[in-house]
């Protein structure tokens, strides 16, 4: 979907992910803090997302996801790439325009089946290509994926 390549350490949840809620939030002005998902009614909760691989199935709420994501680029805070099941246009808009205009871009890969959550967990060292689609598990999985 987005191209590029990105590895990091994977944060993964099966809850949607709402970043308008999550990172236009007062706390993301702190130091150190612009990259930590500040959604309360989530399980990522002060989780910080820069350099990390995001597995999430869906984004949810406002147009401003990608407006979001955009800010999170600008600010060197942003994910090393995301593994989405279903994505959604305005979120990826937001990765590709902050390639564009900043040269900041990260991979973004959809992956529809739920079996990637078996194959992938917090804490792995994953590698994604968004050129090829492949994920590729470094550290703590046991499988690469297509």
Same mark, same amino acid.
Do not use: E
């Given at each position: 979907m987005v191209d590029g390549h990105g590895e990091g350490i994977a944060l993964v949840t099966r809850?949607?992910?709402? %970043? +308008? !809620?999550?990172? +236009? /939030?007062? $706390?993301?002005? #702190?130091?150190g803090m612009r990259s930590a998902f500040m959604d309360r009614h989530h399980e990522?909760? &002060?989780?910080?997302? /820069?350099? &990390?691989? #995001?597995? %999430?199935? !869906?984004?949810?709420?406002? +147009? $401003?996801a990608g407006g979001a994501l955009v800010e999170l680029m600008f600010a060197r805070e942003a994910p090393a790439a995301m593994i989405i099941? &279903? !994505?959604d246009s305005l979120l990826v808009a937001g990765a590709v325009i $902050?390639?564009?205009? %900043? $040269? &900041?871009?990260f991979p973004v890969i959809e992956y529809g089946s739920d079996d990637i959550y078996e194959k992938i967990h917090t804490g792995d060292h994953v590698e994604v290509d968004g050129t090829t689609g492949e994920i590729r598990i470094i550290t703590g999985g046991k499988n690469s994926l297509p």
């Open positions: 809850m949607p992910m709402n %970043f +308008t !809620a999550a990172f +236009t /939030k007062g $706390g993301n002005i #702190l130091p990522l909760y &002060r989780q910080k997302v /820069k350099n &990390r691989v #995001l597995v %999430f199935p !869906a984004c949810i709420g406002s +147009t $401003g099941q &279903r !994505a $902050g390639d564009v205009w %900043f $040269g &900041r871009g």
